[in-house]
């Protein structure tokens, strides 16, 4: 069964970084188009950034230029580099792993910034 599992959410202060984790297992990870998305209280899940199988990657306007998503498909890990990070960015941060014929979802870690 697929299993996606993040980590390195946090507390941060406004400015500072994070670098969040998803480890997949279950799926054949490099065939996937993985994402990061986040919902924060009383909004919609909205995407934050994804990357395909070849390595294309889009970003949502708000995060363009500071936050860079990466995977290692050796480690079967999508990575999501956050800078400059801004109380708006405040959230729960879900991975996803998609193909046309399935879509999982992790669990979440949540992101706080504030000072």
């Known amino acids: 069964q697929v299993q996606l599992v993040e980590s390195g959410g946090g507390l941060v202060q406004p400015g500072g970084s994070l670098r969040l984790s998803c480890a997949a297992s279950g799926i054949i990870f490099s065939i996937y188009t993985m994402g990061w998305y986040r919902q924060a209280p009383g909004k919609q899940r909205e995407l934050v950034a994804a990357?395909?199988?070849?390595?294309?990657?889009n970003y949502a306007d708000s995060v363009k230029g500071r936050f860079t998503i990466s995977r290692d498909n050796a480690k079967n890990t999508v990575y999501l580099q956050m800078n400059s990070l801004k109380p708006e960015d405040t959230a729960l941060y879900y991975c996803?792993?998609?193909?046309?014929?399935?879509?999982?979802w992790g669990q979440g870690t949540q992101v706080t910034v504030s000072s």
């Open positions: 996803n792993a998609r193909t046309t014929a399935r879509n999982a």
């Open positions: 990357i395909t199988s070849g390595g294309s990657t």
